[in-house]
């Protein structure tokens, strides 16, 4: 038996929980599809998004290390599969729709630029006089209007819904102007499980990727009561070698009570606010999905101490610093000279300003060709 769309609708209808998104009931999408006679809606976005352009771009893009400091740490592209897959756990134990919270979770970092928040930092301030820069929303204009896939229109032409969830991706550091999006409401649980487990993934492999590049000591972390926990959990005593097979097994605990955490106090939520429907979550005054009070507490003490001792460690400001000093040069110099664009983006200065197409430019590129660039124009000796 073929299982087609409709065979899979009447799936997600029968197993799915009240409060989850369905594909049959999306609100569409702003250009007019014939549907899939194979795949849901959102599994459509989803597939959509995994073939896009900047989704491969993020191969090369940094999440917290530069890639020439080693082939072991996270990427982006690394990081937003780690995200998709803790918002399938998360999801699939909520009874909520996967499938579109994979898609928001896919799509999530698509506009980051090169050289993580440092690159999004710099960007933010070249643009301060022309509407700033946020990845998120940038993530937003790559899937409306960047990715040129399509003959009938621009973007992907997602769903209303796996739009929604995009431009309502919240974290502590960034929020989105959800204009047209009923900005009134909260998102989806779909979307606000991409919130958290965004969050679980960069609180794992941060302390894994920081404490593989020595940035500090497992020491240091003994302050911390979730590091004495899970050393007890996973049976290490502080006093036999820290070896890596002993940090694997602390960063999954780390993961998996994360999950649990979230998922028990998530459902306890549903259920004593009574939120059996889509719309009474998205109406209701706060998100409900997250952290238990006593496990958020311990969970933001480790946050804390990963940008004390980790995101301010000299090296990674060092490479901040070098980030953001060849960023700025090459919006500077083709803000200067928008000659000096390639052929393929310089069409666009018809349909938007000057900055806007730079940091267009300079936000879909890599590291890697991002220093390629800034060689070709600075150094001399380079062939352009």
């Given at each position: ?185 909260r998102a989806s649980l779909e979307a606000q499980i991409a919130n958290l487990a965004d969050e679980i993934a960069y ?173 070709k124009i600075f150094n001399p000796y380079e062939r352009t």
């Amino acid at each position: 038996m073929i299982y087609k769309r409709e065979q899979r609708e009447a799936i997600e209808a029968a197993t799915l929980a009240p409060y989850a998104l369905k594909s049959a009931d999306s609100q569409g999408r702003a250009y007019p599809e014939a549907e899939s006679t194979s795949r849901t809606a959102f599994e459509r976005d989803r597939d959509r998004i995994i073939h896009t352009t900047a989704f491969r771009r993020l191969e090369y893009k940094t999440q917290v290390f530069v890639f020439y400091e080693g082939d072991h740490y996270r990427t982006r592209l690394t990081h937003t599969m780690e995200v998709a897959q803790l918002g399938r756990s998360l999801a699939r134990g909520l009874g909520v729709n996967h499938d579109l919270t994979e898609a928001i979770c896919l799509a999530h970092d698509l506009g980051h630029a090169p050289f993580g928040h440092a690159g999004e930092h710099i960007l933010n301030q070249l643009m301060a006089d022309y509407g700033g820069f946020n990845h998120n929303t940038q993530s937003f204009r790559v899937v409306t209007e960047l990715e040129e896939r399509y003959p009938e229109f621009p973007g992907l032409n997602l769903t209303y819904e796996t739009r929604e969830g995009m431009i309502k991706h919240e974290t502590a550091y960034d929020k989105s102007d959800a204009s047209g999006y009923a900005p009134e409401k909260r998102a989806s649980l779909e979307a606000q499980i991409a919130n958290l487990a965004d969050e679980i993934a960069y609180n794992g492999h941060d302390l894994d990727d920081g404490l593989r590049a020595e940035l500090f000591t497992v020491d240091e972390l003994s302050s911390l009561a979730i590091w004495r926990e899970l050393m007890e959990a996973v049976g290490w005593d502080g006093k036999r070698p820290f070896t890596p097979i002993i940090r694997h097994e602390i960063i999954r605990e780390l993961i998996g009570r994360s999950i649990t955490d979230v998922l028990q106090q998530t459902a306890t939520y549903l259920d004593v606010l009574n939120l059996d429907t889509a719309a009474k979550i998205q109406t209701h005054s706060e998100n409900i999905v997250g952290y238990s009070p006593q496990f958020g507490v311990k969970i933001q003490r480790l946050k804390q101490f990963l940008y004390e001792r980790m995101y301010r460690h000299y090296r990674l400001m060092r490479m901040q610093f070098k980030a953001e000093r060849f960023i700025s040069e090459l919006f500077n110099v083709y803000m200067q000279h928008p000659t000096m664009l390639p052929d393929s983006h310089r069409p666009r200065l018809s349909q938007e300003p000057l900055p806007r197409v730079i940091t267009d430019y300079i936000a879909g590129m890599t590291d890697r060709y991002a220093l390629d660039e800034w060689q070709k124009i600075f150094n001399p000796y380079e062939r352009t």
